[in-house]
């Protein structure tokens, strides 16, 4: 038996190691297998590596360091696809947040900023939990969930700021209206999207 050792690009999670691990599986005249997110350790015999690398790619996944450009149209739109998740997910806990605050809990007394603060962390709360939910297709919960919570934080930090910001300064608070929702929405989605075209495309990091 001989061993061949991959560096793998495109993976992220136990999801991407399992289907990698059963692609390779299907393949004749290949032995043990370690796979772990971003490489793979094959035993092979009486098969080519060719054939072991179409098995790979064919699985969805890259051979090596990729190289990096901001040109990837397939990449800027699983980002997109990405972040538009994750924006639904922060958006939950963040303006649910605000218009309790607004409509339910008057009187509070809390600063804006004290109102952002928890609808910041509401909203990172909210994200892994969607997260966490989407993932269950391909894990098992306990997988899911240190999945989701391994989520890139600075991404959904940077989205949970750039839409409160947009609100204080455009209703002056913690405020809800018609008019600021989408601008919120578009500036929290713009903000992190070029970093997570960065991760994926770089790392190879997204769960979506």
Request: with cysteine; hydrophobic share 45%.
């Amino acid at each position: 038996m001989e061993t061949v050792t991959y560096e793998v690009g495109g993976m992220s999670c136990q999801g991407c190691v399992s289907n990698l691990t059963n692609a390779l599986e299907q393949v004749e005249g290949i032995g043990k297998i370690e796979v772990e997110v971003g490489s793979a350790v094959i035993e092979y015999e009486g098969v080519s590596t060719d054939a072991i690398e179409t098995a790979i790619t064919g699985a969805g996944f890259s051979i090596g360091e990729p190289v990096f450009d901001w040109r990837d149209g397939s990449v800027w739109k699983q980002s997109a696809h990405n972040t538009k998740w994750c924006l639904i997910g922060c958006s939950i806990g963040d303006l649910g947040t605000i218009a309790y605050f607004q409509f339910v809990w008057t009187d509070s007394g809390w600063s804006t900023m004290a109102i952002m603060m928890l609808a910041i962390m509401n909203g990172l709360l909210t994200s892994i939990a969607l997260e966490t939910v989407i993932l269950l297709k391909q894990l098992p919960f306990q997988d899911a969930l240190r999945t989701a919570m391994g989520m890139s934080l600075i991404s959904m930090i940077a989205m949970e700021a750039a839409m409160n910001i947009t609100d204080v300064v455009l209703t002056g608070g913690a405020m809800l209206t018609p008019e600021v929702i989408i601008p919120m929405w578009i500036a929290g989605f713009l903000t992190p999207w070029p970093y997570n075209y960065w991760r994926l495309k770089k790392y190879g990091i997204s769960c979506h």
